[in-house]
């Protein structure tokens, strides 16, 4: 599959990509560089669920900060 970067510097995900990840108008992407690769990972809506997808442990009152900052 191949996108295009246009003059604006947008690219298009693929419909099906975005409906098996379940991104709207307006979802939020993560953009990093690894290597010679971009990767774009959808953000968590919330600070508990950023928490949980990193695979990290952290003391609960942090915890209780990360979700009290949101």
Known sequence: METTI???GQIVIPKHIRDL???????????????????????PKNALAALVNT???MPLRNIRR?????
């Open 6 to 8: 246009s003059s604006k």
């Open 21 to 43: 990840l379940g991104l709207q108008p307006g979802s939020a992407l993560a953009v990093t560089v690894s290597g010679n690769k971009i990767v774009l990972l959808p953000k």
């Open 55 to 57: 695979g990290k442990t």
């Open 66 to 70: 990360e979700i009290k900052g949101e």
